[in-house]
């Protein structure tokens, strides 16, 4: 059973940064890759970014079209943490922002997408506000 726990939510100003962080315990795979995922208020959850995994090493990454350029994915020096920098903030980046695992076979571009997550976090909640 793969857990994932995320950190880094908070209050902050318009224009402004943060760093979530994710991490993925209780898995052995080589191959694996870890979303991040946002839902606000009233809206249905959205990918936000994927980063795709082997062995601890970054082979593929995605964004949303939308948040290409502002926020950053990448893989953390300790195996199985996945950071999501986020800058230039808006009031509607305001979200539960989750992070979600995939297992899979091999290292495929293909992986990297914002369905068939396996496992989820509980999620933080980032609020963008003045």
């Known amino acids: 059973q793969v857990q994932l726990v995320e950190s880094g939510g908070g209050l902050v100003q318009p224009g402004g940064s943060l760093r979530l962080s994710c991490v993925a315990s209780?898995?052995?795979?080589?191959?694996?890759?870890i979303a991040w995922f946002r839902q606000a208020p009233g809206k249905e959850r959205e990918g936000v970014s994927c980063?795709?995994?082997?062995?601890?090493?970054?082979?593929?990454?995605n964004y949303a079209d939308s948040l290409k350029g502002r926020f950053t994915i990448s893989n953390g020096n300790a195996k199985s943490t996945v950071y999501l920098q986020m800058n230039s903030l808006k009031p509607e980046d305001t979200a539960v922002y989750y992070c979600?695992?995939?297992?899979?076979?091999?290292?495929?571009?293909?992986?990297?997408?914002?369905?068939?997550?396996?496992?989820w976090g509980q999620g933080t909640q980032v609020t963008v506000s003045s």
């Open positions: 979600a695992f995939k297992r899979h076979y091999g290292a495929t571009r293909y992986a990297c997408r914002f369905d068939g997550m396996d496992y």
């Open positions: 209780g898995f052995t795979l080589r191959y694996y890759t």
């Open positions: 980063i795709s995994t082997d062995d601890g090493r970054t082979y593929y990454a």
